[in-house]
């Protein structure tokens, strides 16, 4: 039970898309990202996925709208929901995602992110 800092966390990487996991919860990770530029459309068919921005600005597209979110500002994606998200600029977030979700969902890439370093 120690608390912890979300800027000093991010403080300890710099790449892009490649999220950390900083603590877990009743089967969910708690995971730290830095993001700039557009992701991969996907989704996550098994589980809801959580981004609260911490710091900078996010666009999630959805099929039929988009949605802003600037600091302190969350939003719940929810299962089977496709979505694609942009950072213009560098964008800090916390994700929360079930236990062993994969980043990228089904869809796969170069951005998948299979084994996340825990931080």
């Not at 950390?20 to 730290?32: A, D, F, M």
């Not at 996925?49 to 600037?70: C, P, Q, W, Y």
């Not at 942009?86 to 977030?93: L, N, S």
Request: charged letters at 30%; hydrophobic letters at 40%; proline letters at 3%.
């Amino acid at each position: 039970m120690e608390k912890i800092n979300l800027k000093q966390k991010l403080s300890l990487f710099t790449e892009h898309w490649q999220p950390k996991i900083i603590s877990e919860y009743n089967g969910n990770e708690l995971r730290v990202v830095k993001l700039s530029g557009e992701f991969v459309w996907h989704d996550h068919a098994e589980s809801d996925e959580i981004f609260l921005i911490i710091e900078g600005h996010l666009t999630i597209h959805f099929r039929d709208k988009v949605v802003e979110l600037d600091p302190g500002e969350l939003i719940v994606i929810p299962a089977g929901v496709e979505h694609k998200p942009v950072a213009e600029g560098e964008c800090h977030a916390l994700v929360i995602d079930r236990e062993g979700t994969v980043n990228t969902g089904a869809t796969g890439g170069e951005r998948t992110v299979e084994n996340l370093e825990r931080i």
